[in-house]
């Protein structure tokens, strides 16, 4: 089963319950789809699988411009396995995968793309953007692990990634990140004594 988000025609009150009607391509029957990202981080279970619509019916992108947290939805301790490349993700999230281009995440009134608070998120074919906004992080947490970013594009005005606490295991595979200034912080930001542990970068490009 898997559950989609279409920005352009989708509704909130939906079931959120999507069909695959062909893999390769990709193509999927949105009928039931939600229209905002922040309703599956609230209603999908862990281990599930959201499609994000990544163009409109007139192919253009689609952006969903939410203040987005993760959520973990219940009180089991469900841990899930996946094979990345030989690297085995544990973890409580869901994985996010675009469908089409990539779709555009960004938060245009709050100060980051991305709440934080949760373990084993997986990320595919997703673009993050704060360009167009003062903000100056797209992801904010502390003391989670296991995140998984595949074929995404990190486009920071300031900074990318701010976590104020140690973070492990986080993988970025085929990526590539891209920041509108030369400052030191680019890609990661947070103090010395407050380390980031394993950091894996897999064939991406910094620009």
């Known amino acids: 089963m898997f559950y989609g988000v279409d920005g352009e025609h989708g509704n909130d009150s939906n079931s959120g319950i999507v069909t695959v009607i062909s893999e390769n391509p990709l193509i999927v029957d949105w009928t039931n789809a939600w229209k905002t990202i922040q ?27 939410e203040n987005l947290a ?21 973890g409580e999230g869901i994985k996010l995968v675009g469908v089409g281009d990539k779709p555009v995440l960004k938060n245009n009134s709050g100060s980051y793309v991305i709440d934080i608070s949760h373990n084993g998120y997986v990320c595919e074919n997703i673009e993050f953007n704060n360009l167009d906004t003062s903000n100056n992080y797209l992801f904010f947490g502390s003391f989670k692990q296991n995140w998984f970013f595949i074929d995404c594009v990190f486009n920071a005005k300031n900074r990318g990634f701010y976590y104020y606490n140690h973070c ?40």
């Open 70 to 90: 993760t959520k973990r939805n219940t009180n089991l301790n469900i841990l899930w396995s996946e094979d990345y490349e030989d690297y085995t993700l544990y």
């Open 168 to 207: 492990n295991n986080w993988n970025f595979i085929n990526c590539v990140h891209n920041s509108e200034t030369n400052n030191a912080y680019g890609i990661f930001y947070g103090s010395i004594n407050r380390a980031w542990n394993w950091i894996l970068f897999k064939d991406c490009e910094t620009n």
């Open 39 to 65: 309703k599956a981080f609230n209603d999908v279970l862990p281990c599930n699988t959201v499609l994000i619509r990544g163009n409109t019916d007139n192919s253009e992108r689609l952006i969903y411009d």
